[in-house]
C-alpha cells in the first residue's frame, strides 16, 4: 500500500498513459462493480485519512441546499450568513465550500471541523464505495483522483491486477 503524497504523485504521473488505456479497457471488458466497490472497501479499510486530508486541500467542495442548511445549523449562523462567509463559486458559477491558503475553509490541521455536518460530497469521497452510476462511467473522475488520493491510486492498481489488465 502507497500513502506517501509524493511518491503518489510521480508514479500517476509515470502511469497517466496506461491509466486512459485502463479506462477503455475496463469499459469494454467484463467485471463485477460489487466486486470493484468491495475492493475499495478494502482499501479505505487501510487507510487512515486523518493522516492524509490531501482531498481537503487540494479539490474544491460542491454543496447544496441541504449541505448549506445542516452547516448553518452545526455553526450557529443563518443560511445567508453561511453562505456569505463560507462559500464561494467555481468558474462554472456552482456553489462551493470557501478556500484559505491551506485548502478547505473547514480544514484544521489534518482534520475537518464540521465533521459530523461536513457536505454529501465529502461524506461520499472518494467516491468508490459510496457512488452513483457504474464505476466504468466514472473512470475518468479516478484518473484525476489517483494523483493526489491514496485510496484511488492503490485501488486502481489493485483493479488493474484482479482484472488482468495487461
Ligand atoms: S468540509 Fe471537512 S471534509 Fe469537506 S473538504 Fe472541508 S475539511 Fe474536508
Ligand atoms: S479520501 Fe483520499 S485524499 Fe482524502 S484523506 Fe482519504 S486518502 Fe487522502
Known amino acids: 500500500m502507497i500513502t506517501d503524497l509524493v511518491q503518489i504523485r510521480r508514479l500517476e504521473h509515470q502511469k497517466r498513459a496506461e491509466n486512459a488505456r485502463f479506462r477503455a479497457y475496463l469499459k469494454s471488458h467484463r467485471h463485477s462493480d460489487r466486486r470493484l466497490r468491495r475492493?475499495?472497501?478494502e482499501i479505505e479499510a487501510e487507510i487512515d485519512c486523518t493522516q492524509c486530508a490531501?482531498?481537503?486541500r487540494v479539490t474544491e467542495v460542491g454543496i447544496n441546499?441541504?449541505?448549506v442548511e445542516k452547516l448553518a445549523k452545526f455553526i450557529g449562523v443563518s443560511e445567508r450568513e453561511f453562505a456569505d462567509q463560507f462559500t464561494a463559486r467555481d468558474a462554472a458559477g456552482a456553489r462551493i465550500?470557501?478556500?484559505n491558503e491551506s485548502g478547505c475553509v473547514f480544514l484544521e490541521g489534518?482534520?475537518?471541523s464540521v465533521y459530523e455536518a461536513r457536505p454529501q460530497n465529502c461524506a461520499?469521497?472518494?467516491?468508490?464505495v459510496r457512488?452513483?452510476?457504474s464505476i466504468s462511467s466514472r473512470m475518468w473522475q479516478f484518473l484525476?483522483?489517483?494523483a493526489y488520493c491514496p485510496i484511488i491510486y492503490n485501488w486502481m492498481e489493485k483493479v488493474k491486477e484482479d482484472i488482468g489488465f495487461p
Open 39 to 41: 475492493f475499495g472497501e
Open 54 to 56: 490531501n482531498c481537503c
Open 65 to 67: 441546499q441541504r449541505d
Open 97 to 99: 465550500l470557501k478556500r
Open 110 to 112: 489534518n482534520l475537518c
Open 124 to 128: 461520499n469521497f472518494p467516491h468508490v
Open 131 to 133: 457512488g452513483t452510476g
Open 144 to 146: 484525476d483522483r489517483a
